[in-house]
Each structure stands twice: as C-alpha cells, then as structure tokens.
C-alpha cells in the first residue's frame, strides 16, 4: 500500500527530525570541546557550512520550497534564498563519495572522542560516542524511512538520495 505525501509535514515531525541532527551536532561539539575550543568552533562552523549548502544547492529546487518539509528547510531555505529550478533537483547524481561531506559531521567528534579516550578514558565520552553512533544510524534511519521520506513529494518527483539508498545491485 502507497503512503500519501505531505503536502506540509506536521509539525511533530520537524520537531522529531531536527531533535536528532541538533543532537548529533551538540553532541559532537560537546566531545571536541574536550580537545579544545577551537576545534568546537570549527565543528559547529563546518555544520552549519553544511546546512547552508543544502538550503542554497538542494531545497531551492525542491517541490518543498516554501513548504514545511519534514525537516522545516523548505520554508528556512524561502527565506534566505530565490527559488531555484524544481526540474534541477531530480537530474543531480548522487553517489556514495558525494555522502562524505555528511558523514563527516558524525567522523569528525568520534576521531576526536577516540583521541580523548586514548589520552584519558572518560565513560561520559565513550557515553556520548556511543549515542552519537545511533543518533547518526539509527536515529537517521527511523527519522528517514519511517516519518519523512516515505511521505516526501520530491521522492516521487525525482530524488537523488532516494535513488541511491535504494539502488539495485
């Protein structure tokens, strides 16, 4: 049976899907902070980087622009940015190399966690490395297939990332 989609994503769920990236990111600032404060610096800065790449090169062109998307960017990227081109989103190719800029988010304070359990174990950062790995995994991937893209209109338009998570061997 076929979900309908969202024209706009309840609130609940915006709340839910940004809960687990806003986690991930003060989780991992809060690890290197214990290298230092300019790693932390760094880190937020290189995620918020990210966030802005994707409201400028990705939620310009989707169905979602404007809209409240399960993730509110829609309506953010509205608001910084011009509407972009809905026919650009579904011809850009996604591929795993293309995922490591994002990955990096979560490899960036685990490298640093394991630097600080190496110069001294503390259970609160292994703790917090560990809650990192399942917000990043698992948390992602109930947020993903369960509550947003199941419901997302851009996935049957056409989606990169649809394409590639679910691509045939």
């Not at 995994?137 to 049957?156: D, Y």
Request: with cysteine; net charge positive; glycine share 8%.
């Amino acid at each position: 049976m076929k979900n309908h989609c969202y024209e706009n994503y309840p609130w609940w769920i915006v709340l839910l899907s940004n809960l687990v990236s806003l986690s991930i990111c003060f989780i991992g600032a809060y690890i290197l902070y214990g290298i230092g404060l300019i790693f932390t610096v760094l880190y937020l800065l290189y995620c918020l980087f990210m966030e802005i790449r994707l409201l400028k090169n990705g939620c310009v062109n989707c169905y979602y622009y404007g809209k409240v998307c399960g993730f509110g960017k829609g309506r953010l990227s509205a608001l910084f940015f011009k509407r972009g081109d809905i026919s650009q989103f579904f011809k850009r190719e996604l591929s795993w190399k293309d995922m490591v800029p994002e990955l990096m988010v979560s490899i960036f304070p685990l490298m640093g966690g394991i630097i600080l359990l190496i110069q001294d174990f503390s259970w609160i950062i292994l703790f917090l490395m560990i809650v990192l790995i399942i917000l990043s995994m698992a948390g992602n991937a109930f947020i993903r297939g369960s509550l947003t893209c199941n419901r997302c209109k851009q996935r049957e338009l056409g989606c990169p990332a649809e394409k590639l998570f679910n691509e045939k061997e």
